[in-house]
């Protein structure tokens, strides 16, 4: 099993305007999932996309995928201070693997 | 419903001790995982559970790390002799998918361990 590649590392941007995370990954997978975590908590589940989806929408979410490429994105509009947070992708092959995250930073 | 379970919060201890987590998931999960996650990394999967079968435990740093999944409800990771290396924050997720597929991860709080 891989892991998912995130960038950027880290991404700061202002209130209101709107932040993308990439995601890249090595081999085949049946779907692949997004994931946030606030300092000092677990993760949290944010949206799942299958190997056949091409674009998934909740709320000011959008996910990408293109298995071509073998690559996610995950587009955050209208940012909020409290997204400020760490995103991870994560590629499900069997198993779930991580990848390093993107630390967001909201600034009011 | 209630979530995943994980006790204790944090612990410290001296390198070449012991340490046990334990971990209940959510009631009715078929999968259990641990991963560790270092401070600025992703989580990386230690050992993978289904029912009380051990499906993926090829991460797991067996000649100091044990895992037990009790009845296919809750779980124990131990450490013993901990290591510096060890410090980490280490994460307990389920999923009621089982199977070949993984489906949606719930995770716990995670014990924050750190290792003098």
């Known amino acids: 099993s891989q892991q998912g590649e995130e960038d950027p590392q880290a991404l700061s941007i202002q209130e209101g305007e709107n932040a993308t995370m990439n995601c890249s990954y090595k081999?085949?997978?049946?779907?692949l999932q997004w994931y946030r975590q606030n300092s000092g908590r677990g993760l949290v589940h944010l949206i799942l996309?299958?190997?056949?989806?091409r674009e998934k929408h909740s709320g000011r979410l959008r996910v990408t995928l293109d298995t071509s490429k073998k690559s996610s994105s995950l587009l955050i509009t209208a940012s909020r201070a409290a997204d400020t947070a760490s995103y991870f992708c994560?590629?499900?092959?069997?198993?779930?693997?991580f990848g390093a995250g993107t630390r967001l930073t909201v600034k009011p | 419903e209630a979530g995943v379970a994980q006790s204790p919060r944090y612990k410290i201890i001296e390198k070449r001790q012991s340490v046990a987590f334990w971990c209940n998931p959510i009631?009715?999960?078929?999968?259990l995982y641990w991963y560790q996650q270092i401070l600025g990394q992703g989580p990386k999967l230690l050992i993978q559970?289904?029912?009380?079968?051990?499906?993926?435990d090829s991460q797991l740093p067996k000649d100091r790390f044990s895992a037990e999944r009790l009845k296919g409800v809750d779980s124990t990771l131990k450490i013993q002799p901990a290591k510096l290396e060890d410090s980490a924050v280490y994460l307990c997720?389920?999923?009621?998918?089982?199977?070949?597929?993984?489906?949606?991860?719930?995770f716990g709080s995670g014990t924050q361990l750190s290792v003098l």
């Open positions: 997720a389920s999923s009621l998918v089982s199977g070949p597929r993984v489906g949606k991860l719930f």
């Open positions: 081999t085949s997978i049946n779907n």
């Open positions: 996309i299958r190997s056949n989806e």
């Open positions: 994560a590629t499900e092959d069997n198993d779930m693997r």
């Open positions: 009631s009715g999960h078929a999968t």
């Open positions: 559970f289904q029912n009380n079968g051990v499906v993926d």
